[in-house]
């Protein structure tokens, strides 16, 4: 399927479909192609307005412990060997982040285990940082956020044996980040929102939200803005 996987902007939640449609209101929780939300120790709300002109986004926000998470889950992909994800988000909440005050953003496993791993993390210099991490190849690499909302791409490609990252980025052939990747772990589940903070993290920023919109996965094309 070279075509939308599915397109959604969290604001809309599915119940327009694509994003840029209009909505009366927010709804009160994930509807699908979501399957579920989860929070542990942290909230999911779904609040207006969106970004880039949509209707409403999702704040995450986590209170408890390093187990806790609070993320909407994606089912739809099946086993898939490439996978391409986008997403909108805004980490302007976390000022001052620093260098251990980390947490999960976006997850994806299959059947062999984790796949990609997203994190926010502080620069040690006020800004944030987007981390990648492909737990096939053991590749890791971190690229800065700027302020307000970023749109964070990737192409997870294990028959190409690549994996390339944009960050705020509209040029397919130049990535911000590209490395081989080893390993054939496929992609079953997504879950984006804040997961598996660092006790830091948590003692900083407890409760402070962090806003993701516009989510949309594909096999293969560019998804770009």
Known sequence: MNTKMKV?????????????????????????PWTSVGALGGTATIVAPGYAGTACHLDSAL????????TVE??????????????????????NQGLVDAAYIFSSSGAAGPSVQLSVVGDGAGGRLVS????????????PLAAGENRVEFDYNTTGGTFSAWVNNNVEASPNWSTPITGTATVD???LGLAGATPSYLTSFAGTTVGFDQFDSRRSTFIGF
Request: include cysteine.
């Open 63 to 70: 209170t408890g412990d390093a187990s806790s998470f609070a």
């Open 74 to 95: 994606d089912d739809t992909p099946t086993a898939e060997v490439r996978y391409r994800a986008q997403f909108i988000i805004n980490a302007d909440n976390l000022a």
């Open 8 to 32: 959604l902007a969290l604001a809309l939640l599915g119940l327009a479909g694509y994003a840029g449609s209009a909505v009366a209101g927010c709804p009160s929780s994930p509807v699908p």
């Open 189 to 191: 589940t997504a879950f």
């Open 132 to 143: 990648f991490i492909v737990l096939n190849g053991a590749a890791v690499n971190s690229l």
